[in-house]
């Protein structure tokens, strides 16, 4: 099972997080949550906004595709990058993974400017 790395955030997870075993086919978003950090997910993981954007800085290309609505939503996303998923719509794949989570979400910025 791979192993997923959590990189440091300043509020979700200070420290960073790595996760030994991460099961196969569950996504970024629950698996996040499930190991106490509590990534936004305004819609409930249902891909109908961008609060859960990631950033997979190592074994991006292990995901499968995203969804033509995923990539829509992504254009909307604050600091997207090529390496850009939506946490609940990428799953855990058999590569390890690098998770960065990005300093705002679309909702954050909007509170802050």
């Not at 850009?84 to 990005?102: F, H, M, N, T, Y």
Request: hydrophobic share 35%.
């Amino acid at each position: 099972m791979p192993k997923v790395t959590i990189l440091p955030h300043s509020e979700l997870c200070p420290e960073g997080k790595i996760i030994e075993n991460a099961p196969e086919g569950e996504s970024i978003c629950s698996l996040l949550l499930d190991n106490g950090i509590e990534i936004e997910h305004a819609c409930e993981q249902s891909c109908a906004c961008t609060t859960c954007h990631v950033i997979v800085r190592q074994g991006f290309d292990s995901l499968e595709e995203p969804s033509e609505i995923e990539e829509d939503l992504l254009d909307q996303a604050w600091g997207l990058e090529a390496e850009s998923r939506l946490s609940c719509q990428a799953k855990v794949a058999g590569e390890d993974l690098v998770v960065e989570i990005p300093k705002y979400t679309i909702n954050h910025a909007r509170e802050h400017h």
